[in-house]
Each structure stands twice: as structure tokens, then as C-alpha cells.
């Protein structure tokens, strides 16, 4: 009886083990989003998705100190991370600067631009290359919290998404909760 026990609970921890990770392999990377309603980032910070955007669930970590969301339009990156922060906007856009010029290849182009949201967000804006790709990027900083906006693809695909993703960047809100 012992032993026909100890197969079944052998048998149930080898489903688990092999049968969830399969489950979990099956189903899709990315998954439709709603674009008609605020989607939470973290620490209270939320954005309307741009139209025809899925989220990168495998890349995307949302939770009350702070979060992570990667939406996808076609093969364009839409990122958004929330980080607890103490210093000032410039300080901001300058360490999200640098963190794009220290990957190989890429180089921040033209000047920062102020840009506001409809929640009430100030910001600064630029762009940056690669080779073969471009980006722009924003940073805001609101209750102890950075927000860093990166949107990342082809020349030819950033061109095409780039109206949708400024418009849903425009959307981002801080609700006042505090990281």
C-alpha cells in the first residue's frame, strides 16, 4: 500500500514538473492588451497602451514598489520602468542616458526636449541610433519614483508606430501612492 502510494505522489511531482513547464512553453510570449483602459505598471504609475499592442509577458513586472511593462507593436519594443528615486529630473535623464550609450553601438542624438503628459507628468525627451535601429526615450520623476519611457525598432517600423506610442506615452499617470 506504501509503495503504491509513494508512486502516485512520485507520478503527481513528475506531472508538475514536466507538465507546467509544457503548459507554460505553449502558451504565447506575448498577449493582447486592452487599449481602453489603464494598464498598471507598478508603484502606482499606469498608461493607456497604444492600439494593436501586445504585452511581453516574460518582460513585464509590475508590483507596488516599483514595475516593469514591455508592449509590442509588430517588432517596435514600448517599455516602461518604474524605479524608486530621490534625485532630480536632470540626474534622471542623465543616468537613462548613459545606460543607452553604454550599450555598444548606440548614440544619443539632438537635444532633450520638455514634454508633459496628461496626468500632469513633466519630463525630458530624446532620441538615440543604433546601427540599423533608432529609439527615443523620456524620463519623468514624481514621487520618489523615476519613470523611464524606451521605444526601440526599425527605422522603417519605428516610423510606421511612433504617433500610437507617443499618444499612449502621453497617457502615463501617477496615481500618488507612495513606492
Not at 502606482?44 to 504585452?55: D, Y
Not at 514621487?143 to 526599425?154: D, F, K, R, S, W
Not at 508606430?161 to 502615463?172: D, N
Request: proline share 8%.
Amino acid at each position: 500500500m506504501n509503495l503504491l502510494g509513494s508512486l502516485g505522489v512520485a507520478a503527481a511531482l513528475a506531472g508538475l514538473a514536466y507538465g507546467l513547464p509544457a503548459i507554460d512553453r505553449a502558451l504565447p510570449d506575448q498577449r493582447p492588451v486592452r487599449t481602453d483602459e489603464p494598464y498598471p505598471v507598478g508603484a502606482g504609475v499606469s498608461v493607456l497602451p497604444p492600439p494593436g499592442a501586445t504585452v511581453d509577458v516574460t518582460a513585464t513586472r509590475p508590483r507596488n514598489d516599483q514595475g516593469t511593462v514591455l508592449f509590442r507593436l509588430g517588432r517596435v519594443r514600448y517599455a516602461i520602468v518604474v524605479r524608486p528615486f530621490d534625485g532630480d529630473l536632470p540626474t534622471a535623464a542623465e543616468r537613462l542616458r548613459q545606460r543607452i550609450t553604454g550599450t555598444a553601438g548606440y548614440q544619443v542624438t539632438g537635444v532633450q526636449l520638455t514634454v508633459h503628459t496628461a496626468g500632469g507628468l513633466t519630463g525630458l525627451q530624446g532620441g538615440y541610433t543604433a546601427p540599423g535601429r533608432g529609439g527615443r526615450y523620456a524620463v519623468f520623476v514624481t514621487g520618489g519614483l523615476t519613470i523611464e519611457v524606451t521605444i526601440a525598432g526599425a527605422d522603417l517600423d519605428l516610423g510606421r508606430t511612433l504617433p500610437q506610442i507617443e499618444a499612449s506615452a502621453r497617457t502615463l499617470r501617477y496615481d500618488g501612492a507612495a513606492p
